[in-house]
């Protein structure tokens, strides 16, 4: 697959590897995000990345929306899966789960066949997801060890539109009425409430 898509994602993927690659040794087991450490906030993060392949690789049928993959504990069973998976050197880990999965995007066709418990689409309809996903994980990551960051304007731009699409389907006029001094939202507003979240 070649183009923007595919483009963004590469971005936003070598954005948060070198993030991760300014972890102290000592900052593993630190505050990353809300309950997480910044361990976990990685493997969490990583997702992104290993989500694509195995995805792709190993397309699984639609789970209901009462389904037991959604559940609480299934989500927290597969963040904790996500931890060990990054072993004892996360940096590698996940530098290599970019590299292996970059490789895999650029020799896959855009309309390759996606399977994935919340449905099936494309890999060109899914990329865009997991661009968010390693855009925002890289600035909670960033917040979270204190550094400054500069995210990819194409990551930015692609997270932006991505969540606005979101926010098109549930409340725009709300969201518009605040991001022009209009309105307020919600304290704790979060455009991926209340969708199942780990996924």
């Known amino acids: ?23 102290p040794d000592a900052a593993w087991n630190a505050p990353g995000l809300g309950s997480w450490t910044v361990r976990e906030l990685v493997g969490h993060a990583n997702r992104a ?32 899966e996500a931890v060990v998976a990054l072993g004892t050197d996360p940096v590698a880990a996940v530098a290599s789960a970019s590299e292996r999965v970059l490789s895999l995007v650029r020799s896959t066709p855009a309309d390759a066949t996606l399977g994935s418990p919340m449905g099936t689409t494309t890999l060109a ?23 400054e960051v500069a995210a990819p304007g194409s ?16 409340e725009p006029e709300q969201v518009i009425l605040a991001l022009t001094g209009r309105g307020e939202l919600p304290a704790g507003y979060s455009v991926f409430s209340p969708t199942p979240a780990g996924l």
């Not at 925002?136 to 550094?147: E, F, N, S, T, W």
């Open 1 to 23: 697959m070649e183009g923007t898509t595919a483009d963004t994602y590469a971005d936003a993927s070598r954005f948060l590897v070198a993030l991760i690659r300014r972890v």
């Open 155 to 170: 990551a930015l731009r692609a997270t932006l539109a991505f969540v606005a699409e979101r926010c098109a389907s549930r």
């Open 125 to 147: 309809g899914y990329l865009p997801s997991r661009t968010a996903e390693l855009t925002i994980h890289g600035l909670d990551l960033g917040r979270a060890l204190q550094v």
């Open 49 to 80: 990345h290993t989500t694509v392949e195995d995805y792709l690789l190993h397309p699984q049928p639609p789970e209901p929306r009462d389904s037991g993959y959604f559940s609480a504990e299934a989500i927290a069973q597969r963040g904790r």
